[in-house]
């Protein structure tokens, strides 16, 4: 945030600015401090600009995302989210916010403008998925809850996981090519997960990246658990 603050102080000659942040960070599983972001984007006059591809569905009360979490809703100049996450898993993304910009991105936004546009099948997938959300919120605690009881009992097992508050549930190798091998294991153990290094995130960050859904079973979840422990063990991450 302090450097974030000088790039705005620095930016002050130009006619626009703009903060531009993931909602959810998508290696980490943390959300992003939104609520000190608008402040600096109101004391410098700047806009702000939020993907909530891995926040929306997921955080905030009904699952708006981090504008809600922060009570923001309606005060972010543009919000981006994917289809192919939280909302059902189908392709394609969408663009909101203000009217204006909107508007502008019809006229010039190329992909909007040059490509076909997504099937209609999967914007009818879309839009029953906000009536759904807004009916219920079955679906984002189960999530929640999926989440919180992996983490546990992959801590207990002697898992090193980042906090999260979101799907994502990163577990901690530190080594790139552990990261690849184990991540290879346990797919061999049916546990689709991807391992990820350097420069996908930072040096001596290797990871398995997790991402629990709200249509895991707890004998889903146990399952990847019993995987990971084993494999764990057999390569020595944990005792
Ligand atoms: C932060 C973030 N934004 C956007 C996307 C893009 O989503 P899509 O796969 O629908 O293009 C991803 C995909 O992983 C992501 O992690």
Known sequence: MADLEEQLKAAQAQRFRIIVTDGVFSMDGNVCPLDKIYELAQKYDAMVMVDESHSAGVVGQTGRGVTERYNLRGKIEILTGTLGKAFGGAIGGFTTGKKEIIDMLRQRSRPYLFSNSIPPMVAAAGCKMVDIMSETNELQDKLHSNTDYFVAKMKAAGFDIKPTESAICAVMLYDAKLSQVMAAKLQEEGIYVTGFYYPVVPKDQARIRVQISAAHEP???????????????????IQ
């Open 219 to 237: 004998e889903h979840l146990d399952k990847c658990i019993a995987a990971f422990t084993k494999i764990g063990k057999e390569l020595g991450v």
